[in-house]
């Protein structure tokens, strides 16, 4: 149990305010130690993060694909690439696969599963942010994002705290991503580039910069995975690093 903010706390409130002071004081203590309790470096936090990390992302996966009333082909295949990316055991990709069945199936409690999840990652807005790209990506996986599987990913969005308009501008983002590797392009279009990033052809240099810049810190293989990003995943996360890199340089390019 920790005590060493309920200690100071109370210490320093009495010293202030005298016997209120040092309840007030108490009682902020308090809400200090459970912050560290739970504090995502924690390895035991770490543990059960990377783990509901692991297991949200598949079910999720397989609700999100049957919520047009039928898994297509290419959308198996999807989830069978992202497995195949994040190099799993044979026992792991079962596990995976088990998780993308109990997603689809009717008696799958999509509220619950984001409860847990959303409880487990304890607000990490970046590791939040990762898991809703990867739901992205696998959405897209038959090139066309549709009415209904729209709707539930704009569900899972307010459900976690993502706003309307970032879930917007995250699927202009990865919608760019997605049409490059459809069309099977080694560097992105200028078009392309700027919805990677996220800015408009009007933003200044400086705007740009500065959104090449924060996406590089959200999508940080290292600090997602120090804050419970799978190391399975974490390939995943290089890649998306290397896209924005690549985005940045054809703008930079375009504007020489």
Not at 64 to 76: L, M, R
Not at 143 to 162: P, R, T
Not at 224 to 249: C, F, N
């Amino acid at each position: 149990m920790r005590w060493t903010g309920k200690l100071l706390g109370a210490i320093f409130g009495f010293l202030t305010f005298g016997y209120i002071g040092a309840l007030i004081g108490l009682y902020i203590g308090h809400k200090f130690d459970v912050g560290l309790a739970q504090n995502p470096f924690d390895p035991a936090q770490q543990k059960r993060v990377k783990k509901t990390f692991f297991k949200s992302t598949f079910a999720i996966m397989g609700h999100i694909a049957k919520a047009d009333g039928q898994v297509s082909t290419e959308e198996i295949r999807m989830a069978q690439r992202v497995m195949d990316q994040m190099e799993l055991t044979a026992e792991m990709k079962q596990e995976a696969i088990e998780e993308f069945n109990r997603g689809k199936s009717a008696s799958f409690n999509l509220d619950a599963e984001l409860d847990e999840f959303k409880h487990t990652c304890q607000r990490q807005k970046n590791l939040v942010r990762m898991f809703i790209e990867v739901q992205l990506q696998a959405a897209y996986a038959d090139g066309v994002l549709d009415d209904s599987e729209d709707k539930v990913l704009l569900h899972i969005c307010g459900h976690l705290g993502i706003p309307g308009f970032a879930y917007e501008q995250l699927k202009r983002m990865l919608g760019a991503s997605q049409q490059r590797n459809t069309h099977h392009q080694t560097r992105s279009t200028p078009e392309e580039s700027y919805a990677i990033l996220g800015v408009s052809a009007s933003a200044s240099d400086a705007d740009v910069k500065k959104a090449y810049r924060r996406l590089l810190s959200q999508h940080h293989p290292d600090k997602l995975v120090s804050k419970g990003l799978p190391e399975e995943m974490m390939k995943i996360a290089k890649e998306k690093t290397q896209q924005i890199t690549e985005a940045y340089d054809t703008i930079r390019e375009l504007r020489k």
